[in-house]
T-cell receptor, first 116, second 113 residues
Framework: DSGVTQTPKHLITATGQRVTLRCSPR?????VYWYQQSLDQGLQFLIQ???????AKGNILERFSAQQFPDLHSELNLSSLELGDSALYFC???????????????FGPGTRLLVL | SQELEQSPQSLIVQEGKNLTINCTSS?????LYWYKQKYGEGLIFLMM?????EEKSHEKITAKLDEKKQQSSLHITASQPSHAGIYLC?????????????FGQGTTLQVKP
């Protein structure tokens, strides 16, 4: 158990819909990361938050957005869902003392999203 | 953009055999992480290598970082069924001071009892 929790574990929805994925980082960690894992693209970095502020951005679609709240939990919002958004979405966390650089990221169990 | 290539893509070994997985970067490595993943589950952190020539071991797994070759290797000695899974290497994206990581495509390991 990494100490990172994600809910829900599974999500089935229809195209065009909007969903919210939730992540609670390990106790004390200030940085939260979101990744998408799919068969064709592999594991891709989406976005990093540090203490409530956006720190780094990957190839995150405009239809996707994230935020980190004062209690440090984070949410990833996916809207206007398409079939191709079906994937495993992981959240990871790290202490964030160096902005996340050179830190171990601990991954949550993931949310499996299926868009029908 | 930087890419990580893992080889082999998949591996089937007999229990007790040794094996090596390689991870090669298209650009300079500023550190390297190894993770293990059971299919459809979260990633389990194995090791982080930060300096060229660094070598770390955990139980029967050893990882090395060769900065000159822009490569890392993961070696498992006397493999066991519990070693089966997908091994992923990850690296910091360039020299940025963020936690953005890029990952290889993974190496799937099966260990036959």
């Amino acid at each position: 158990d990494s100490g990172v929790t994600q809910t829900p574990k599974h999500l089935i929805t229809a195209t065009g819909q909007r969903v919210t994925l939730r992540c609670s980082p390990r106790s004390g960690d200030l940085s939260v990361y979101w990744y998408q894992q799919s068969l064709d693209q592999g594991l891709q970095f989406l976005i990093q938050y540090y203490n409530g502020e956006e720190r780094a951005k990957g190839n995150i679609l405009e239809r996707f957005s994230a935020q980190q709240f004062p209690d440090l939990h984070s949410e990833l919002n996916l809207s206007s869902l398409e079939l191709g958004d079906s994937a495993l979405y992981f959240c990871a966390s790290s202490p964030g003392t160096s902005g996340g650089a050179r830190e171990t990221q601990y991954f949550g169990p993931g949310t499996r999203l299926l868009v029908l | 953009s930087q890419e990580l290539e893992q080889s082999p893509q998949s591996l089937i070994v007999q229990e007790g055999k040794n094996l090596t997985i390689n991870c090669t970067s298209s650009k300079t490595l500023y550190g390297l992480y190894w993770y293990k993943q059971k299919y459809g589950e979260g990633l389990i952190f194995l090791m982080m290598l930060q300096k060229g020539g660094e070598e770390k071991s955990h139980e029967k797994i050893t990882a090395k970082l060769d900065e000159k070759k822009q490569q890392s290797s993961l070696h498992i000695t006397a493999s066991q069924p519990s070693h089966a899974g997908i091994y992923l290497c990850g690296a910091p994206h360039g020299s940025s001071n963020t936690g953005k990581l890029i990952f290889g495509q993974g190496t799937t390991l099966q260990v036959k009892p």
